[in-house]
């Protein structure tokens, strides 16, 4: 559930409220926003959340502990709807001006933002899948996440509103895409979002249509089976054809495997659009023409950078980071490859040459695995940062293995790695070479005592 709190002037909506009159109020009222390439308009959403979580123990048999949640956002960004790729894509260019993200859950405190190098995104939608990447250079997967949890205006705002000319008083259902906008619902399993055009106002001497949004949707996302009860006002200005502003109040359920009511968030989305009458410069045709805008295997790679453990590296979308053990970190593909990665001080960084022969026991007497080939260890960067490589092909029990290894060593410190991936899964292995390739140590690792 997408949820906010903005800064509105308690005036202007009062007058809104309180003069519902005029010539259009009783005739039929077109309410659509014209999203075509190049329509592009200025946001701001703020959200704010509060509520409780349960969370699993590790006790088997004890109940889930409650624990508190409260999370503000804010997110400012002006939007260009590009031309799409293909029929199922909707697609723009961002860029972001302010970004705020904060989230404590019990005691834990989370934040988020997204580096300036990168405050320039594309952002795509296709069927319910959206995704983020920037033509500047590689995002983090919290990046990631600021962005993925916002709303997206080309598919939003066209839900929203109605099919056809409606009259004040008249209803309609909100499209599956709105809904999804509004929920972060992965699969809707019941309800849905009705929307209803209360009548127009004169404001500043502009007309703006009001309308109220409600309805209850149960469903699973991320966070998994839950039930969601909206309830919302937005404002369609007449004279811009643009939807202006939305603020939705929600209640979120996390529901347990029995339908019980395992946790209740509570919160608020709002969020203000405005045309843009002169494009930024950022966002200018000129910008963008030497840019590549459609995701390519380069421009869509993550960045993994955790100063405390001293160690960077990029990484295509389909791994996940996984598990960080003391001077360990593991990452893993969805189609069984997994890398492990070691961080080492520099007198403790073994050479390619013994590194092969500790692996080649390991793998003889402890996993009784017959090895079937053998690349030898080969230099793949040199100083002031030595990159070697090598690799086995074997078969341990009924599996047939190709296992990958390299070792980087620098003066601050250095990185073995050790990949294990399906001896039939080809494409795995430039993927784990590029990633290989990129790694780099951030700090001097020091001897733990």
Do not use: C
């Not at 075509?36 to 959200?47: A, D, L, M, N, Y």
């Not at 916002?150 to 599956?176: E, H, T, Y």
């Not at 593909?333 to 092969?356: C, I, M, N, Q, W």
């Amino acid at each position: 559930m997408h949820t906010a709190l903005i800064r509105r002037v308690a005036a202007t909506t009062l007058l809104l409220l309180a003069s519902p009159g005029g010539p259009l109020a009783a005739q039929e009222i077109a309410l659509a926003e014209p999203f075509k390439p190049g329509h592009t308009s200025r946001v701001e959403v703020q959200v704010k959340l509060t509520g409780k979580l349960a969370l699993p123990t590790a006790e088997k048999g004890k109940p889930p502990q409650l624990v508190s949640v409260v999370g503000t956002s804010k997110l400012t960004y002006e939007e260009r709807l590009l031309q799409p790729d293909d029929a199922t894509l909707l697609k723009t260019v961002r860029a972001y001006r302010e970004v705020e993200f904060e989230r404590t859950v019990g005691d834990a405190k989370q934040d988020a933002g997204i580096r300036p190098s990168v405050r320039r995104m594309v952002v795509i939608r296709s069927g319910e899948r959206k995704a983020p990447f920037s033509p500047d250079g590689p995002l983090t997967w919290g990046e990631i996440d600021v962005i993925r949890t916002d709303v997206f205006n080309p598919a939003l705002v066209p839900g929203l509103l109605p099919p056809k000319p409606v009259k004040p008083g008249q209803s309609w259902k909100a499209a599956a895409a709105a809904v999804a906008e509004l929920t972060d619902m992965e699969k809707v399993e019941e309800g849905g979002v009705a929307v209803e055009f209360v009548g127009v106002a004169k404001v500043n001497g502009r007309s703006l249509a009001r309308l109220k949004l409600s309805g209850t949707v149960r469903g699973v996302n991320e966070d998994g089976p839950n039930r969601q009860k909206l309830d919302g006002t937005a404002y369609f200005d007449l004279d811009a054809n643009i939807l202006t502003y939305l603020s939705v109040r929600g209640t979120h359920e996390l529901l347990d495997g029995k339908g019980q009511t395992a946790g209740v968030v509570e919160g608020q989305f709002t969020m203000t659009r405005s045309p843009v009458a002169k494009m930024p410069p950022d966002l200018s045709d000129a910008a963008l023409r030497d840019l590549e805008l459609k995701p390519t295997p380069e421009n869509t790679l993550l960045l993994y950078d955790n100063a405390d453990l001293g160690i960077r590296f990029l990484y295509p979308r389909g791994w996940r980071v996984g598990a960080v053990q003391g001077n360990q970190l593991t990452l893993d593909h969805a189609r069984g490859g997994g890398l492990l990665f070691t961080v080492e001080p520099p007198a403790k960084v073994p050479s390619a040459d013994d590194y092969l022969k500790e692996t080649l026991g390991v793998l003889r007497e402890k996993q009784k695995a017959t090895i079937t080939a053998t690349d030898k260890p080969a230099r793949v960067r040199a100083e002031p940062v030595q990159l070697d490589r090598f690799a086995l092909d074997a078969t341990i029990g009924p599996n047939k293995l190709r296992l990958e290894y390299a070792v980087l060593k620098q003066s601050d410190g250095g990185v073995t790695a050790a990949a294990t991936l399906p001896a039939d899964d080809a494409e795995l292995r430039p993927e784990v070479a590029r990633i290989v390739r990129s790694l780099s140590v951030t700090k001097r690792i020091e001897e733990k005592k």
